[in-house]
């Protein structure tokens, strides 16, 4: 899965020399919080959203620094602050600094960059110009889509503890986590010791996904290294 079939194609988009309200309109007639700021060439320079019209003379909400903080900005920030809640074309409200995705990034791209930039949504482009929109509602669709996995019929006890040892395995931070596996009849049991009530949490997933599991009996216990001596281990 790309970011291609992840994003919404069909974009609604506005020009840098739009106005303000002309912004606030298509998100309401829309009903979008977002919409990307395009050039003649259908490349993105900027977006705008909800948060960006939130301080405005019109409504009163423009803010009021204290005289010393617009002092010790040498009046750069009342001066920003001005142009944000008194302009009017969409080039001067915009968030300018756009961060955008190709369309062949991988979700966990994605992801990363929602994470790190923290944002709601994200461009994707193809050679520079817009060819969709990634939002939080596009992920979760995805999530929705994905059909669980066929548990295994029948599967032998011996073959499902060696596949639930093996994902168990998988998980960066295990090592000697858990002390021993039991499967009987499709069910398995965990026992052991871990660090911490995730840890623990973390290897039940780990073996609720291996298909053919009909159930987890989780029995490892959360102990504090610092008083069990490392447990022995």
């Known amino acids: 899965m790309k970011a291609i079939d992840l994003m919404t194609p069909r974009v609604i988009t506005i020009g840098p020399d739009a106005t303000v309200a002309d912004a606030a309109r298509t998100m309401l007639e829309n009903h979008i919080s977002g919409l990307p700021v395009v050039d003649g060439s259908g490349k993105v320079v900027g977006i705008i959203s909800e948060g960006d019209l939130l301080r405005r003379v019109e409504l009163g909400t423009e803010r009021h620094r204290s005289w010393w903080l617009g002092l010790m900005s040498g009046g750069t920030l009342p001066a920003e602050d001005f142009i944000k809640s008194h302009a009017r074309k969409v080039a001067d409200v915009m968030t300018a600094h756009v961060t955008t995705v190709d369309e062949s ?129």
């Open 105 to 233: 990034a991988s979700p966990e791209e994605v992801v990363r960059v929602m994470e790190t930039r923290r944002i709601k949504r994200v461009p994707v482009v193809r050679r520079g110009a817009l060819v969709g929109i990634i939002s939080r509602a596009n992920l979760l669709r995805a999530l929705a889509s994905v059909s669980p996995e066929t548990p295994a019929a029948a599967a032998d006890d011996r073959d499902l503890k060696d596949r639930v040892t093996a994902a168990v395995k998988e998980l960066s931070w295990e090592s000697r986590s858990h002390d021993a596996i039991v499967v009987r009849n499709g069910v398995v049991q965990l026992w052991g010791f871990v660090s911490s009530g995730a840890q623990r949490d973390a290897l039940r997933v780990a073996a609720e996904r291996v298909p053919g599991v009909k159930a987890v009996e989780n029995n490892i216990q959360v102990v504090d290294p610092a008083e069990s001596g490392a447990w022995g281990l």
